[in-house]
Every structure is written in C-alpha cells, then in structure tokens.
C-alpha cells in the first residue's frame, strides 16, 4: 500500500514551489514579474501542489509520520514573491475570454473555483502572508486560509466590478469568511481596502508592520497550530463544513453533535489529549522530533 512518503517526488512546477520543512509546506507563487497574476498553468501547479500535499497530511494518513520516520504535514502557509501577494487573474488571459465559446469560458472559471475550493478544504491549517495588493482572485485566495496576516501596506480588493465583471467564482468563499453585507458591499464598491479595515471586516486575522514581521507573525501561528491535536485540526474543517451544509432540522443537528462529541472524545488522539491534561503532561504530538 502506498503510505504517500514525504519524499516521494513533488509535481514538477515552474511557476510555484513548495518547500517542505517538518510538518510545514511553504506554498510560494513565483510570478513576480506580474505581481503573481493567476493564469491557467500556474493555477494548475498550485492544484497539483496543493492535492499532493493533501495527500501527505497527518488528517488524511491518520499518522503523524511516514514509514521513513518523516512527519505528515500539519500547516501550509501561502506566499507571493516579490512586492506583492496576488494581482488576481491574469489580465491577458482574461482578455482572451472575448474570442471564447461560453463553453470556454465557463472551463476556465472552472479551474478557478478547483483552486479555491482545494485550498479552502485543504486539511491542514492554512497560513496566507499578503504583502502589496490582493486583487480579484488573490482576494480568493485570502479567503480560503484559515489565518491571514497582512502588513501595513496591504490593499485587498473584490476588484472584478471596475471590469464590468463579478466576484461569482470567488464569491462563496468571501461570503463564508465575511458573510453577506460586506461581501455585497465590497463586490458593488469593487474599492481597494486597507489593512485595518479588512482586519476590522475579518477579511484578514492579523498585521504586521512591514513583510520583514511575517516571519515571527508565522512561526508564532505554526507553533500554536502545532500543539493542537492533529487530527483535531482538520475534523474541526469538517464539522464547520457540516454546518455549512446541514439541511435537515434543529433535533437532527444536536443529535449529531452528540455523536461527534462522542466519535472523538473515543478516539486514541481524545484519550490522549484528555490523559495528558489529567497527567499534566505534554501530549504525544508535541513530543515528537
């Protein structure tokens, strides 16, 4: 059986790269010289990146290492070279949509909602560090993290309206983080924000001064996310998700919790974190290398 080693080989990419150090994957957009715009190779890479390393989480493999004694990825934090995070969709590509079928078009919004819903329920805890601007499909990306740090000069912008065009693809992961007033404000203003106002929003979690601070700002939320229960982070994904999507009544949905609650208060990870906290002692999970 495939036990998805750490060190199998990565996708080749050339656009984007992934660095893996420990339990953490350093997910960087290497378009610098179009502020990391989005097009459709690159949105492929990060796909391909991002699926892999899915596959090497300890909340997929159910294990904190693999059978090389290397550990299952537990964070990924998202980067953009250069001066800034993500200028949104590739303008040429865009521009392209003109001489398209609809058929065409509707593909390559397709590929863009792949993106943001494999990162948005990527099983490990997400980091994004935006410097410089998030426009369009680089606020989706904001969007999809689980914790977003932005620094002094961050300008973030729902920004497809100055083009005539809508927030659509994106726009089910802003609403989620952002809910609905400020999710149709932001898509009619089609303005560029600054870093207290999206911080006051909830677009972003956290700011620095300047991208110099990311580094700390990072290490800081890798250490907490580290001495939660792995397998914990990553239900906790599922169980918002649940409540998402729940249909069926009141009853139904405290009853499932029940169930939950019980599911995982059994399972070795609970009576490992419940025994250490009685014990006073470290849990499993932080003691290893």
């Not at 914790?147 to 802003?174: D, F, R």
Request: glycine share 12%.
């Amino acid at each position: 059986m495939n036990d998805f080693s750490i060190g199998e080989l990565m996708p080749e990419t050339g656009l984007c790269t992934l660095n893996i150090e420990g339990p953490v994957g350093y997910l960087t957009l290497q378009r610098e010289d179009v502020f990391n715009a989005l097009n459709p190779e690159l949105i492929g890479e990060l796909c391909d990146l991002l699926e892999w390393s899915k596959e090497r989480s300890v909340s997929e493999r159910g294990q904190l290492k693999d059978s090389k004694g290397e550990p299952y990825l537990r964070v990924i934090v998202l980067t953009g070279s250069g001066k800034h995070f993500c200028a949104g969709a590739d303008i040429g590509w865009m521009q392209a949509s003109g001489a398209q079928t609809s058929e065409q078009n509707r593909n390559d919004a397709a590929r863009l909602d792949r993106l943001f819903n494999t990162l948005w329920s990527h099983p490990c805890f997400t980091i994004g560090a935006v410097q410089g601007v998030a426009l369009g499909g680089g606020a989706g990306l904001i969007a999809c993290l689980d914790h977003v740090i932005g620094e002094s000069k961050t300008k973030i912008a729902l920004s497809e309206g100055k083009l005539g065009i809508l927030p659509a693809v994106i726009g089910p992961y802003v609403y989620r983080r952002l809910g609905s007033a400020q999710t149709r404000r932001l898509a009619m203003l089609a303005k560029r924000i600054g870093v207290d106002e999206a911080l006051r929003i909830g677009m972003i979690d956290e700011k620095v001064e300047s991208p110099e601070q990311f580094t700390e700002s990072i290490q800081g939320v890798v250490s907490e996310v580290l001495t939660t229960g792995p397998s914990a982070v990553g239900e906790a994904k599922r169980l918002i998700l649940q409540f998402d999507r729940w249909n069926g009544t009141d009853e139904e949905l405290r009853q499932w919790t029940l169930d939950k609650t019980s599911e995982m208060r059994g399972s070795s990870e609970g009576q490992e974190g419940l025994s250490s906290f009685i014990e006073r002692r470290p849990p499993a999970w932080n003691s290893e290398d």
